[in-house]
């Protein structure tokens, strides 16, 4: 007969399965939350894909208290955080309250939320003025350098404005499915975004920056449907002729093929997240950083 055990050794053995038995509800409880966070995210990509779905109609704070922990205090504290007032329902959401409530949701779902960020938008808007900016001011967000086969302009410098590379290394690149996505941009050459230096700095927790045209915008959703897309939008038409003029860098034929192009990038607009309007270049530059910021966790 195995002598009984002694009090402080009773105490042991209840004190371990008392821990076992609290790891495991610990860990059922974040299987939980990450399960419903996960459901909500659901429910809220249905709601902004399809405006008259009961998703839509349902309340934030509803949506919100489905996931496990989330009390009504948790609940009004995150919602100041998200700037977003207590009544609002999934589907009356602003684009920058989307992109919190998405972040927050793929972060409690267990998820890493995507701090690409893609920037797109019509031809002379501002976009290489915008990133030459962000370059500048933030140097922590990596500012993707992309490969094409156009010759380069006076003053711009290989792997620092874009890789300059060959038809034959291009079709290199796509062999080896070393592209991202890649394009045939105005009817002429072949850009593309390197894909290791993207996986990398993602890897690292870095903010990344693509600034493509509408047609590689398209293809990352593709790849990656966590990505943030902004359009950029010029403050008028009018301004936005001043500048492709004011710019120089084409002769009035070509200003005009540009100009038609966009007319229909400006059509596409309402397939982006975010539209942030460059009046002001630092102001825009601001609004796009901000978009990349680490999201909350209350
Ligand atoms: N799809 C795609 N488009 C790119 C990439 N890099 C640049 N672009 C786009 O190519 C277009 C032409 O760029 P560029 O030759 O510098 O002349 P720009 O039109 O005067 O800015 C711009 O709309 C860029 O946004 C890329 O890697 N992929
Ligand atoms: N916020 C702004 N206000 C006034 N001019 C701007 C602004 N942003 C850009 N520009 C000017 O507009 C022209 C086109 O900008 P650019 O960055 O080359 O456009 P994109 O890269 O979109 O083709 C440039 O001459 C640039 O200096």
Redesign the pocket.
């Known amino acids: 007969m195995s002598p009984r055990p002694t009090p402080p050794e009773v105490d042991r053995v209840a004190a371990a399965q008392a821990a076992v038995a609290a790891r495991r509800a610990r860990a059922a409880v974040k299987k939980s939350v990450a399960d419903r966070s996960r459901t909500a995210l659901d429910v809220a990509e249905t709601a902004w894909a399809q405006p008259h779905t009961a998703e839509a109609s349902l309340r934030v704070t509803e949506l919100l208290t489905s996931i496990p922990t989330l009390g009504p205090t948790r609940v009004a504290r995150l919602m100041q955080t998200l700037a977003i007032s207590d009544r609002k329902r999934v589907g009356g959401l602003g684009t920058r309250q989307r992109v919190k409530l998405r972040d927050y949701l793929v972060t409690r779902a267990g998820g890493e939320p995507a701090r690409l960020v893609v920037l797109?938008g019509p031809?002379a808007v501002g976009?290489?003025t915008v990133s030459a900016y962000i370059r500048e001011n933030y140097p922590d967000v990596l500012l993707s350098v992309?490969a094409?086969t156009?010759k380069p302009r006076a003053g711009e410098i290989d792997g620092v404005h874009y890789y300059f590379v060959s038809d034959e290394e291009f079709d290199r690149m796509i062999a080896a499915d070393e592209l991202l996505?890649?394009?045939i941009?105005?009817n002429s050459y072949r850009?593309?975004?390197p894909r290791p230096p993207i996986d990398a700095a993602l890897g690292a927790g870095r903010r990344v920056l693509l600034?493509?045209?509408l047609?590689?915008a398209r293809l990352v959703r593709r790849a990656m449907p966590e990505a943030i897309l902004v359009f950029l939008l010029p403050p008028t038409w009018e301004e936005l002729v001043r500048r492709l003029i004011g710019r120089g860098?084409e002769d009035a034929a070509e200003q005009s093929r540009r100009l038609e192009t966009a007319k229909v990038e400006l059509a596409a607009q309402d397939e982006f997240d975010v539209k942030v309007v460059n009046r002001d270049v630092s102001e825009a530059a601001r609004e796009v950083v901000e978009l990349m910021a680490v999201p909350v966790s209350p």
Request: charged share 25%; proline share 0%; net charge negative.
């Open positions: 797109a031809t976009k290489g992309s094409t156009r996505e890649w394009a941009v105005h850009y593309g975004t600034e493509i045209d047609q590689g860098t």
